[in-house]
Structure formats: C-alpha cells, structure tokens
C-alpha cells in the first residue's frame, strides 16, 4: 500500500509538474528573436566595435529584443517590421539596452492586443521611421526608459489607442505625432520636454481627444514645452493629474493662457496663437502723464510755486508760512 502511495504521490507531482510547464509555455517568447542570433534573409546583421548594426532587407515578422549592455542601430530602410508572436511587442528594449532607429519604413503590429508596438526599457533614439499601432488601450511606443525623438512619425491604426505613453524621460526635439483616431497622440505620466516637431489631428478626424493627456501621472510628473506646432479639434491639453505643464515656446490651435510661463501671452496671428511677450508696465506712468496734461492746462502755475513751510515755537502755536509764485511777464 505504501509504494503504491507513493507512486500515485509521484504521479500526482509530474502530473503538476506537467500542467505547470504547460501553463508557462504560451507566456515564454520562445519567438522572440536576439539581436545576437540569426535572423535569416530579411535582415542583414553586422557588428562593428561592439554596435550591432540591422538593416531590414524585406519585410520582416520578428520580435526584436535588444538586451542590456547590447547597442543596436535598426535601419528600416524602407521595410515593415511586425512583431512574429501576438501580444508580443514588434521591439522590446530591455533596461541596460541602447537602441536607433533610423530609415524610413514602419514597425506596426499584426494582432490588436494591449501589447505596445516599441516597448522601451532602456534607451531609444528615434531619428526617421513610422511608428504605428492598434489594440485597446495600447500604445504604439511605450517609454520607461530614456527616450529621445529626432524625427519620424508616431500613429495609431483605430480608436483606443494611444501614440505615445511616457513613463520615463522623454526629450522631443521633432518628428511628427498624429493622432489618427480618439486617444490622444501623447500620454505623459512622468518627464517630458517638447522642444521642436508637429503635433495634430488627422484630417477628418472629428472625434479626437485632447491632443496631449497625464491620465494615471505622478506627483512629480512634469511637461516642458519650448517649441513645436500643436493642432487641435476640440483641445490641446487635458490635466486631469499632478502634472506641472509649462508653455514657452511653439504654435497652438487653441488658447493655452493657463500653462504659460511668466512674463509670457498669446496672440492669435494668422489663425494660430502664438506667444508674445508681456509689454512692461509702470505703475507711475499713469500719474505722470496727468501731471504733463496739468502742465499743459495751466503752464503758469504748475511746477512754478515755491512753498516754503517753517514750524517754530510750537509751544506758543507760532506758525509761518511763506509761499511765493513766479509769474510771467
């Protein structure tokens, strides 16, 4: 009785052991492709001095991982990337990895799960490329790493989706954001400085979100605005959270007085509001110019009385005053 307890005891443990490998199985990337291994004729691989330089030869299905202490310069060049497994990201930068990308081409998904496009972890570069995605709630880049945009475009494929969601630092120098369906085109959770590039609304698209959000932010979270065009439907920002939004600098499409820096206005010029700004003001001009209008009026009595007050013997209530006006002859 005992053995046989203890054979049904094993069973019972590999029968687990079994259902748990199973169960684990369809969560492993066991697609995911490194930039160390072979990726067959669709992308040519090459290092030099420790960077791995990919350069897409056709369009080609992979779930790129750049791991950490790797550098990856990925050149589109005029090619579609998509990721090989669904809900996997087409590029999945993990902390510690260092990733380019540059040539014109895009990286889209081929399913609509909530999985981002780009998933960054560590630091990416973003010089040229399309950048696009569908899938509820998902986003076509993910920041939570370090993030620097040069160029390129950044979109979305349907609604309830996002183009850009930060959770790390992000720095914008240009490249164009569209927002091509209902979610906003960017998402900031954490820090973010906008320094140059397009920000708009598809044509045609009525139903669009404000064009910038901080849904689910920090308390430290920050947006830093010094340049850049802004292109609304209904407006350009929506602070619902924490967020501290500073304006100075860009074009807009709608009044954004609320989150200018001092000393600044705006102007609507040629159907944009651009900022101008404050003129100086001094509290005594007003005073001034009344005082020269009085002149004016009176000439001989104005600046040309003299009065010449004396207080002595106050005890005996002795008061002399002496006053004198110059007239003209």
């Not at 160029?151 to 969601?165: M, Q, S």
Request: with cysteine.
């Amino acid at each position: 009785m005992r053995g046989e307890f203890e054979m049904k005891k094993k069973a019972k443990i590999f029968l687990g052991l079994f259902i748990c490998t199973f169960m684990v199985i369809p969560f492993i990337k066991v697609d995911a492709i490194y930039v160390t291994d072979y990726f067959g004729d669709t992308v040519k691989s090459e290092e030099v001095n420790g960077v791995w330089n990919l350069t897409l030869q056709d369009d080609s299905a992979q779930d790129l991982i750049i791991r950490s202490g790797e550098t990856v310069v990925l050149d589109l060049n005029n090619h579609t990337l998509t990721n090989y497994a669904n809900a996997n990201s087409a590029v999945w930068v993990q902390a510690g990895g260092t990733l380019t990308i540059k040539g014109t081409g895009t990286i889209s998904k081929i399913d609509a799960s909530g999985t981002p496009t780009v998933n960054n972890q560590g630091t990416l570069i973003v010089e040229n490329g399309t950048i696009s995605a569908k899938g509820t709630k998902s986003a076509a880049l993910h920041n939570s790493g370090n993030l620097t945009v040069n160029g390129g475009t950044i979109t979305t494929e349907e609604d309830n989706v996002f183009g850009l969601v930060n959770e790390g630092t992000a720095v914008i120098n240009g490249g164009n954001f569209i927002q091509a369906h209902n979610f906003s085109v960017l998402n900031n959770a954490n820090k973010m400085e906008i320094k140059g590039g397009n920000f708009a609304v598809s044509a045609g698209n009525t139903g669009a979100y404000s064009l910038i959000t901080n849904q689910g932010s920090s308390n430290s979270a920050s947006l830093d605005i010094t340049g850049g065009t802004f292109k609304a439907n209904n407006s350009v920002f929506f602070n619902e959270g924490a967020d501290t939004v500073s304006v100075s600098g860009g074009s807009y499409s709608h009044d954004v007085s609320d989150y200018l820096a001092d000393g600044l206005n705006m102007k609507l010029e040629n159907g944009e509001y651009v900022l101008v700004k404050e003129e100086a003001t001094n509290p005594e001009t007003p005073a001034i110019e009344e005082v020269k209008k009085e002149e004016m009026k009176n000439p001989e009595t104005s600046d040309n009385i003299l009065v010449y007050g004396v207080l002595a013997l106050a005890g005996l209530g002795i008061i002399t005053v002496t006053s004198r006006k110059l007239l003209k002859h």
